[in-house]
T-cell receptor, first 115, second 111 residues
Framework: DGGITQSPKYLFRKEGQNVTLSCEQN?????MYWYRQDPGQGLRLIYY???????QKGDIAEGYSVSREKKESFPLTVTSAQKNPTAFYLC??????????????FGEGSWLTVV | KQEVTQIPAALSVPEGENLVLNCSFT??????LQWFRQDPGKGLTSLLL?????REQTSGRLNASLDKSSGRSTLYIAASQPGDSATYLC??????????FGPGTRLSVLP
């Protein structure tokens, strides 16, 4: 089945640790995104990538890093510099053509908790 | 900067009622608007997508309208069912690859 796979579903991080969230898609989409969702709030864009080996900061990129070495993969690293990392993280993808009316597809999300 | 708001923040209705969820955006220069459903602890599922040139889209019991000039969209749910209980989010797509999401409306349909 085509879709977006995020792992792990639940992750616990100790203070001062970096953790990496995995996102893989088999939809052949050019664009991929990482969003953060806090309880009762909307989605905020962390990073997005329009094409392999290129990515752009979103609204809340501080304390996060990404890479896009393959079209299928867009891992997110939550670094120790992120002061309040406990949240629900959503990965998404879409085709690169804005005018085609394409939709955005989401993974099932990853819960990160700092302990 | 584009801002998207949704009213109400939460809604509780008895089964069978028709209901309307509202979405407003501040910048009318959008390519499209989408409505999503999110179940607790899950990702988002796209329900309807309206292109900027369109006025409405329908899928089953769902109907979404778009008035780009006034910066408003509504999602109409007919004959609501307990299975419709979820959070509904709207999002607008602008230039580049950015989608801007509203905070969502949490819907509870009581049996």
């Amino acid at each position: 089945d085509g879709g977006i796979t995020q792992s792990p579903k639940y992750l616990f991080r100790k203070e001062g640790q970096n953790v990496t969230l995995s996102c893989e898609q088999n939809l052949n989409h050019d664009a991929m995104y990482w969003y953060r969702q806090d309880p009762g709030q909307g989605l905020r864009l962390i990073y997005y990538s329009q094409i392999v080996n290129d990515f752009q900061k979103g609204d809340i990129a501080e304390g996060y890093s990404v890479s896009r070495e393959k079209k299928e993969s867009f891992p997110l690293t939550v670094t120790s510099a992120q002061k309040n990392p406990t949240a629900f993280y959503l990965c998404a993808s879409s085709t690169g053509q804005i005018h085609s009316g394409n939709t955005i597809y989401f993974g099932e999300g990853s819960w990160l908790t700092v302990v | 900067k584009q801002e998207v708001t949704q009213i109400p923040a939460a809604l509780s209705v008895p089964e069978g009622e028709n209901l309307v969820l509202n979405c407003s955006f501040t910048d009318s220069a959008i390519y499209n608007l989408q409505w999503f459903r999110q179940d607790p602890g899950k990702g988002l599922t796209s329900l309807l997508l309206i292109q900027s040139s369109q006025r409405e889209q329908t899928s089953g019991r769902l109907n979404a309208s778009l008035d780009k000039s006034s910066g408003r969209s509504t999602l109409y749910i007919a004959a609501s069912q307990p299975g419709d209980s979820a959070t509904y989010l709207c999002a607008v797509r602008q230039g580049g690859q950015n989608f801007v999401f509203g905070p969502g409306t949490r819907l509870s349909v009581l049996p």
